[in-house]
């Protein structure tokens, strides 16, 4: 059959046209892909690093941390960081607690008993600020409401809510049975 698409042997050449290739562009280059890994991308150059960064985000900040200042110094950058995004409560105190668990293995014993003394202390005093009541909330416990004032706020929740007429529900209960 000589029509087949699938038979090798049909000869498909025009007159005048040329022969097709033997091997097409396209299979070349799925093989040299299959066979070679893409070569690695050099790091780019200290000088430039911070350019390339820039380029990449505008907002990113190059430190060295060659000693502890260059260390401590990222503290503050991190703290702006969080109040210009206005970073919630929640992420930052989840920032700050997987930082620990990266950096666990690099604490000795005397540094996580001091992480602890420093975490109860902070406990201790959210709580107490807690547990502890206001000025003003005090002052309001302590004082007393007069007849007048009782008065005042029973006329304030009657106009808010209105008042039942004398009478009005005194037959309710009479309309349903308790099963209770």
Known sequence: MADSWEDDDADVTLPGA??????????????DLANNDPPPKPPPAPASEKKVVAEKDPDA???KLDNMNDHLKLVPLLLERFEAKKSKDSHVFMFVKELLKKTESRFSAA???DLAIMAGNYQKTKQQAIDKPTESNAKKKSKKKSKKEKLE???KVDDLFGVAEAGEYDHYEDQYDDFF
């Open 61 to 63: 900040v190059v430190i």
């Open 153 to 155: 706020q029973k006329k």
């Open 111 to 113: 540094e996580c008993g």
């Open 18 to 31: 040329a022969a097709p290739p033997a091997a097409w562009d396209d299979e070349e280059e799925e093989e």
